[in-house]
């Protein structure tokens, strides 16, 4: 199987949790896998990627244009990051905008809509609402892990739900087991809506 | 048998479970962005019998380093690039003594810069110091380079740089590791001060050995396994080294027939191999990051065999200077070198909407901010200067609180400090240092300050750990790597015994108190230390959240004052954004109607 699969938000979202188990779960499906994370000072707040590749790869990072699947943790990180887009490829986006200290300061107005818009227009995408899909589970934090059943779900990620599944099983706490669980299972309940 | 595991790790892991598995006895470092991994792997796997250290400064793990490789130990040096012209005055000199054990110095560049404060190339640094330099162009490649560069310091006796960037450090792949067996025997330390005591004569000698035992490293690097011709017999050639080879690799996927030369050993330059590889071809072009070394190694080797051969790259502007180069700019460059036609590419999003920027900020609850705003308070309408230093805090400089003037380099805050009040005996001169960069390079600079009767007021950041590499523990925080339960050495006596006679340890959190600390200490001469103490909030538990009550005037003030991320406005309206809130309570401070409630300082 040949996949690249760009992650993309803002840093503190989870988005290298959701990046280590989606690698996880296709080399334990017998594939070769390299990734690469932002790490640093992009951390505090700034726009952070994971590229993940499955299959042949020589760069650790999707060149432009070879994307197959963008999981954006918000709005305008999935337009900064478009570009590294399939031409036939998918985006899943999270409609809840996080907004930057200095939009707060400089009041510009970023409220995430103008970005979903031009996302619609542009390419394939499956927007999802972070807090109606999580409301359940008490917390937006459980996000990371819903995206990936919206991934399963949408069946374009090429990985089963058992292979994630158990990967999430192996890397959170044992106390959130179950929350996680339910988030996945929520998230591919979405994604299934969209099944190609 | 022995049991292998496959093991999904990131460059840097590769790194040091390649170490590990070259039965390195010795590992010291100095935490930097993008190396900072190396050890940590280290300590997360086992190594018995393998002395593990944080140094203070990379001139002390690179002395600590070198004296055990003198017994024959094999020993192992990380830091950053910058980390690299800390530890020059040892790597200089002992590239002149030379080692007994295998000795790897691991300098991790930064192309971009990311998370650095220059764009240097250490493979100058080897051509300066005369010593081979490594370069590998993936994890899987670092993790069997690694074990290579012990081998060769061990044959030529010589220390050895190995110099990842940050998109080899931060790539994760898969590694077959097989089971630890362990750090290598050695012989230790036989006394012969002709050979381990550095005097004129004995570096003249040398340097006339160094540089023929080079010309034979160089020979021995032409048949090195990583160094390599691979594709089609072309009249045009393309030359790379590191993660650019894997970006040119990309490219080939669809020209498989263009002819590349693969550089892993920089310095000495295996010309024997170029030669090889340049038979038949007119025009190459030079295709790395950073400075346009293996180019200028190309043009010298060009020049002294009289070849007719073009010689692209930086030097005539087809790469860029700065900067990291990428799949797509590489396969830009080589479709123009090579007159192949341009593959489309992504989606153009020239037409999107103005994106946000995202600059990165202090984390909502940082102490840091609270001891910059209390500086600023105080010195409201006064003239002041601001020397500000490596490490998280360096982002007190962004709006709203505008509180770093100057970043320099490691302890540059303190001795910058003294320089303003030299200059300008009226405006009080304050140098922020954090508890980590205090420790590596701050105190000799509080030594000058009260040596020179300097007037000056020293704000230690002190949040018990070093932050912005990832936690990694320091002197004042009484743990080591090697799991020790150790002294702390103390900060404020540290200041005391150097002669700072006034030094005050304040909560940051407590905003009348450090204002009070600050305005203390402007009425007195000399020096004068503020140390502002409170854990960094990625290691501590948050107590609380904020909220907003119905008092709230919307005047937005302390939007406006502090900056903290967690304070946002939805639909106009002042609001606390519960997940990221730590409760450190700085903005109840500040509301003018008390409308933010529910603070820790309460």
């Known amino acids: ?196 | 048998m022995v049991c292998r595991m496959q093991e999904y790790v990131m460059g840097n892991g590769a790194i040091g479970l390649g170490a590990l598995a070259a039965g390195v006895n010795l590992v010291s470092g100095y935490p930097g962005t993008p190396s900072s991994e190396i050890v940590e792997t280290i300590s997360k796997y086992p190594h018995d019998g393998v002395h593990l250290e944080w140094s203070v400064n990379e001139k002390a793990a690179m002395e600590v380093a070198a004296s055990a490789a003198y017994g024959g130990a094999r020993t192992l040096v990380t830091m950053k690039q910058v980390g690299l012209n800390v530890a020059a005055d040892p790597i200089m000199s002992l590239a002149y003594v030379g080692v007994k054990g295998g000795m790897v110095v691991v300098s991790a560049d930064d192309p971009g810069p990311i998370s650095s404060q220059t764009e240097q190339d250490t493979r100058r640094f080897a051509d300066f110091c005369r010593i081979p330099v490594f370069d590998p162009s993936s994890p899987e490649e670092a993790y069997q380079m690694i074990q290579d560069a012990f081998e060769y310091s061990e044959k030529y006796k010589t220390p050895v740089l190995f110099r990842p960037t940050t998109r080899v450090c931060h790539a994760y792949a898969s590694i077959d590791n097989p089971e630890y067996c362990g750090p290598k025997k050695y012989e230790g330390f036989v006394k012969d001060s002709k050979k381990w005591v550095i005097f004129p004569r004995l570096s003249f000698a040398n340097h006339n050995m160094i540089e023929k035992r080079n010309i034979e490293i160089g020979r021995d690097f032409s048949s090195y396994k990583f160094n390599k011709i691979e594709g089609g017999n072309s009249k045009k050639a393309v030359i790379t080294s590191g993660i650019s080879y894997s970006y040119a690799k990309e490219y080939m996927k669809y020209h498989e027939d263009i002819k590349l030369i693969k550089i892993a050993t920089a310095y000495p330059f295996p010309e024997d191999l170029l030669l090889k590889a340049l038979e038949g071809v007119k025009e190459v072009i030079c295709l790395e990051e950073l400075s346009p070394f293996i180019e200028e190694q190309v043009l010298k080797i060009i020049g002294k065999h009289g070849l007719q051969i073009r010689v692209s790259g930086k030097l005539d502007g087809k790469v860029p200077h700065s900067g990291e180069n990428s799949s797509n700019q590489v396969a830009a460059i080589l479709s123009d070198f090579l007159g192949t036609e341009k593959l489309s590419g992504g989606f153009d999003i020239s037409d999107a909407p103005a994106l946000p920027m995202r600059p990165p900020v202090l984390c909502a609850g940082c102490p840091h901010r609270a001891s910059f705003y209390a500086v600023k308070q105080a010195m409201k309408g006064k003239k002041a200067y601001f020397c500000g230093d490596i490490g998280c805090y360096t982002l007190g400089n962004a709006m709203p609180l505008d509180m770093v003037d100057t970043c320099l380099c490691m302890g540059a805050g303190i001795t910058m400090a003294q320089g303003f009040h030299w200059i300008d005996g009226e405006g009080t001169c304050f140098g922020f240092v954090g508890d980590s960069t205090f420790f590596a390079s701050g105190m000799t600079g509080v030594v000058n300050a009260v040596y020179n009767n300097a007037d000056m007021i020293l704000c230690v950041l002190d949040n018990s750990t070093t932050a912005m590499t990832g936690h990694q523990p320091h002197p004042g925080i009484g743990r080591n790597m090697m799991g020790q339960i150790v002294d702390k050495v103390d900060i404020k006596k540290v200041l005391e015994g150097i002669g700072v006679h006034k030094v005050i340890t304040v909560n940051p959190l407590n905003l009348k108190e450090s204002i009070d600390a600050v305005n203390e200490c402007e009425k007195l001469p000399g020096v004068k230390a503020i140390i502002f103490k409170s854990p960094c909030i990625a290691i501590s538990k948050p107590d609380k959240k904020l909220a907003i009550s119905e008092k709230c005037i919307q005047c937005k003030k302390c939007i406006r004052e502090i900056g903290c991320p967690a304070l946002i406005t939805v639909d106009g309206k002042v609001t606390i954004d519960e997940s990221l809130c730590t409760g450190c309570g700085l903005c109840s401070q500040i509301c003018p109607v008390s409308a933010i409630g529910g603070g820790c300082n309460e």
Do not use: W
């Not at chain 1, 999707?62 to 990051?81: Q, T």
């Not at chain 1, 036939?88 to 999270?94: F, K, P, Y």
């Not at chain 1, 819903?146 to 192996?170: F, H, N, Q, Y």
């Open chain 1, 1 to 196: 199987m040949n996949k690249n699969i760009l992650i993309c938000g803002v840093g503190g979202q989870g988005t290298v949790l959701a990046s280590k188990i989606i690698a996880a779960s296709a080399m334990d499906s017998g594939n070769a896998v390299h990734s690469a994370e932002t790490i640093g000072m992009a951390q505090r707040g700034g726009s952070v990627t994971s590229h993940v590749r499955i299959g042949e790869a020589y760069s650790p990072l999707i060149p432009y244009g070879e994307a197959d699947m963008i999981l954006a943790f918000e709005p305008a990180e999935a337009v900064r990051n478009l570009m590294y887009l399939k031409k036939d490829g998918i985006v899943i986006v999270n409609s809840v905008p996080v907004k930057p200290v200095t939009e707060s300061l400089n009041n510009t107005g970023y409220d995430g809509r103008d970005m979903l818009i031009y996302l619609n227009k542009k390419c394939k995408c499956i927007v999802i609402d972070a807090k109606e899909l999580c409301e359940p589970f008490g917390s937006s934090r459980y996000f990371n892990i819903a995206i990936l059943g919206v991934a399963v779900g949408s069946g374009r990620l090429g990985l089963t739900k058992e292979a994630v599944l158990d990967e999430i099983c192996k890397r959170v706490p044992a106390k959130f087991i179950d929350t996680n669980k339910a988030a996945f299972l929520a998230g591919l309940e979405k994604g299934e809506q969209y099944e190609a």
